[in-house]
């Protein structure tokens, strides 16, 4: 077990008259090596919940048990450092944290921040950039000058070149093109089953979820609702219903032809299967 | 952040704040001068009651005005040191060591103390109840008359304006940067000198950046709507003078004018 979270609530802002509790008794477990959505409406407490795991906020009570280190709300962990080297948390449009003159020495400052000699920072940078799938002659570019979906990918570099065992992204395709969508997630789906990282994502998108993610965590109103292995989650359309999320495209489809009488019964959600099923009952209808 | 109470907007349901922003503002800057006037102990106690009646009226706390009053007290206790050392007139009160302090410079100090506390009591009558939108339309109004010698009034509203409402904007993105970066390992508060200087650089350059940013497309959005400055431009919100406004405009004149006087007699 990676991460225990227990009896977690947090307060913003206690004591004022704009107090607001964004998570109220959080209970969660997540397992090694899996790729977890987070999933929920504005406001429901995900990106207070995230905050959590590199210790950037404090819990107000409960507890959080990540990577062999607890965090508690009476207690700072001692070593918050080596916590947020393991921890690598991008933020939502994390483009706006880009600083440096070029991209390589912007990439190299996290790695650099945590006593990593000069030329290992470097050699890193370059890696994770590579990873990123950007081009050797951006390197020595002003990161300002880069396009929006460059960016990103800089900055999610900057964060991968620390090397961390679990990666939590907020909303990392948010304001993406398709095309550039699709790579991002790609690339996450690539770091886990070659690099073996953990990675949590926090989104909006189902199909992302439905596409890419192991297990899903569905939050509303500062609590956790449901986590579930995205295969149960989507098996039908009724916990979708009944959670108050659009299904993803296939699974509407499914739905529709079912509705309208054909007779579609697929072991698993996948395009292939559905056009099997199709092609069947139309030759067969 | 959240304890700085000098200058801060307190909503409440008074009659100062239905009140005309620019009476207010007139109604202060009469005040504030007739504060200048050597009037003495009784010039200041009439003016004090003057102001706490207004203070009552606008249903603020008084506790509210001391915490912005706290801040200057560091101020005032150097200027008792100073005035200790350099003021040697009146009777000698008591001596520390061979140092004798005299009546005169406890009672200068106290003299700047009360005309201080006076000031932060009728700004922050002005400040907490009136709107910053409001105040910026007094502003604008008030500088109206110097547009002929050159003073773009209407510009600087609403240069004020837009500051005011990207302050908690600013607030927000700093904070965001700085959670971004202490996930990068950045230590905000430890670390060696160079180390502290790169994490303030690595603050304030994606903040300049998205400052700008911000600028920029407020700059389009309001030229796509058609601004343009110096263009004459109508009012959603209409000011209007009512008796009251009046009334407060007649009373701060009063006061100026006899404050004015009683300097004379003393």
């Not at chain 1, 001692?78 to 939502?92: A, C, E, I, M, P």
């Not at chain 1, 449009?93 to 920072?121: H, M, R």
């Not at chain 2, 690595?202 to 796509?224: C, G, H, K, T, Y």
Request: glycine share 6%.
């Amino acid at each position: 077990m990676q991460i225990k979270i227990q009896n977690l609530s947090y307060i913003y802002n206690e004591g004022t008259p704009y107090e607001y509790k964004a998570l109220n008794d959080v209970n969660l477990e997540i397992e090694e090596g899996k790729i977890t959505a987070i999933i929920g409406e504005t406001g429901s407490g995900k990106s207070t919940l995230v905050q959590h795991l590199n210790a950037l906020l404090l819990p107000k009570e409960g507890s959080i048990h990540i990577l062999d280190r607890n965090i508690t709300s009476k207690e700072k962990p001692k070593n918050l450092k080596s916590l947020r080297g393991d921890v690598g948390l991008v933020f939502q449009f994390p483009e706006y944290q880009l600083f440096e003159e070029t991209v390589i020495k912007d990439v190299a400052f996290g790695p650099k921040n945590f006593n990593i000699s000069e030329e290992e920072a470097n050699k890193r940078a370059r890696e994770a950039l590579k990873l990123v799938g950007l081009k050797e002659e951006i390197y020595e570019k002003s990161p300002l000058e880069l396009s929006g979906g460059q960016k990103r990918r800089v900055a999610i570099a900057g964060v991968l070149a620390m090397n961390p065992k679990l990666l939590v992204l907020d909303e990392p395709t948010a304001g993406l093109d398709p095309d550039g969508t699709t790579k991002m997630m790609q690339l996450f789906k690539d770091l886990n089953t070659k690099h073996n990282k953990s990675i949590i994502i926090v989104t909006h998108d189902m199909e992302q979820v439905f596409k890419y993610c192991d297990d899903v965590v569905i939050m509303a109103e500062g609590t956790v609702k449901k986590h579930i292995s995205t295969r149960e989650f989507f098996k039908d359309s009724s916990l979708c219903k009944e959670m108050n999320i659009l299904p993803p495209d296939i699974i509407r489809v499914k739905d529709m032809l079912k509705e309208k009488g054909f007779n579609i019964d697929i072991k698993e959600n996948t395009i292939e299967a559905l056009s099997e099923a199709i092609i069947k009952e139309v030759k067969h209808g | 952040m959240g304890n700085i109470t000098l200058g801060k907007y307190i909503p409440m349901d008074s009659p100062i704040h239905k009140m005309d922003p620019r009476a207010k503002i007139l109604a202060m800057l009469l005040i504030l001068i007739s504060i200048f006037f050597p009037v003495g102990w009784i010039g200041y106690s009439i003016i004090f009651a003057l102001v706490s009646f207004v203070i009552i009226l606008a249903k603020l706390k008084f506790s509210f005005i001391w915490r912005s009053m706290k801040p200057m007290l560091f101020m005032l206790f150097f200027l008792l040191i100073i005035n200790s050392l350099a003021i040697k007139t009146g009777k000698p009160l008591f001596n520390i060591g061979d140092f004798v302090i005299y009546s005169d410079a406890i009672f200068n100090t106290l003299y700047i103390a009360v005309r201080l506390l006076l000031m932060i009591m009728i700004t922050t009558c002005l400040t907490a109840t009136t709107k910053p939108l409001e105040m910026t339309l007094g502003i604008e109004d008030l500088l109206k008359p110097f547009a002929k010698i050159g003073v773009p009034a209407h510009e600087i509203a609403m240069l004020i304006s837009i500051a005011l409402r990207f302050i908690p904007d600013l607030i927000e993105e700093t904070q965001r940067i700085m959670k971004a970066q202490e996930s990068r390992g950045v230590d905000l508060k430890e670390g060696k000198i160079k180390e502290k200087l790169m994490a303030i650089l690595s603050l304030i350059v994606p903040l300049f950046v998205s400052a700008f940013q911000r600028a920029e497309d407020l700059a389009n959005a309001m030229e796509a709507r058609g601004y343009v400055p110096g263009e004459k431009r109508t009012r959603y919100k209409v000011l209007k003078m009512a008796f009251r406004d009046y009334l407060l405009l007649g009373a701060s004149f009063i006061t100026l004018v006899g404050m004015i006087v009683l300097s004379k007699i003393i």
